[in-house]
């Protein structure tokens, strides 16, 4: 039998809502104001752009509408978590960026991921740690449906 169905339901559960949004709040908790469940996927992709971007570019990375990533980061400047400037050719066009503060939020709930994948791991051996590893990013590598 082809092991895609079981890869597929295990993806399912993973990248499902209720899933994430427990994950997201485990690793927000008292971080710091305004960072939430709903918020870490704003600042976390923000972190990941490396550089000032704007709402509608951030929109389709988390997979939310325009609007919305706009909402979350008013909440976050609010915070004094992430910046918000004019464009530089739009000066219509918001630009967001990370503060010190929200960097260091990010740093810590990466360092809280990394313990909870840890965590999920306890009791697999080093070489299928690092097996797994490297097959998930083999197949992360292409985004679904592109493979050839």
Do not use: C, K
């Not at 997979?63 to 219509?92: E, F, K, M, N, Y």
């Amino acid at each position: 039998m082809h092991p895609a169905p079981s890869i597929a339901a295990s993806l399912g559960v993973i990248v499902s809502r209720g899933f994430r949004t427990g994950l997201y709040r485990e690793l927000t908790a008292d971080v710091a104001e305004g960072l939430s469940e709903a918020t870490y996927p704003v600042i976390s992709a923000l972190e990941r752009a490396n550089e000032p971007v704007s709402a509608a570019a951030l929109a389709p990375v988390v997979g939310l509408d325009r609007s919305v990533v706009s909402r979350r980061a008013a909440a976050l400047i609010d915070a004094g978590l992430v910046t918000s400037t004019p464009g530089h050719d739009d000066r219509r066009q918001a630009l967001l960026a990370l503060t010190a503060a929200g960097a260091r939020a990010v740093e810590e709930t990466r360092r809280r991921l990394d313990a909870a994948v840890a965590r999920q791991l306890q009791g697999w051996s080093s070489s299928e740690q690092e097996q797994f590893a490297s097959l998930l990013a083999r197949f992360t590598a292409t985004p679904l449906g592109e493979a050839g």
